[in-house]
Nanobody, 119 residues
Framework: QVQLVESGGGLVQPGGSLRLSCAAS????????MGWYRQASRKERELVAV???????NYADAVKGRFIISEDNAKKTVYLQMNSLKPEDTAVYYC?????????????WGQGTQVTVSS
């Protein structure tokens, strides 16, 4: 059983910062990638940022230069530092994990944490 525990969401004013954290636990044989997706009201879920076990990162164009993803492999934890937040960043942010559990490679999702950017 794999679990993802997210923290760090909340309400922030435009231009402010937030840091999201997501810790994975369970019988993970190999962690391949971790990251964040988001889903705004009435929109599709979209990639925000992902980091692979080799340290390669991928960001959505909308967050490049403002968000920074990092990981602590030993703790199986991924972080998302969000700076210069804009109202359009308002969404539920979901932690994502791609891992090998036993002989199966699959994706896992957290329950989501709300980020609201508003004055």
């Amino acid at each position: 059983q794999v679990q993802l525990v997210e923290s760090g969401g909340g309400l922030v004013q435009p231009g402010g910062s937030l840091r999201l954290s997501c810790a994975a636990s369970g019988s993970i044989f190999s962690l391949n990638a971790m990251g964040w997706y988001r889903q705004a009201s009435r929109k599709e879920r979209e990639l925000v940022a992902v980091v692979t076990s080799g340290g390669k990162t991928n960001y959505a164009d909308a967050v490049k230069g403002r968000f920074i993803i990092s990981e602590d492999n030993a703790k199986k934890t991924v972080y998302l530092q969000m700076n210069s937040l804009k109202p359009e960043d308002t969404a539920v942010y979901y932690c994502y994990l791609n891992a090998d559990v036993g002989l199966t490679r699959r994706a896992y999702w957290g329950q989501g944490t709300q980020v609201t950017v508003s004055s």
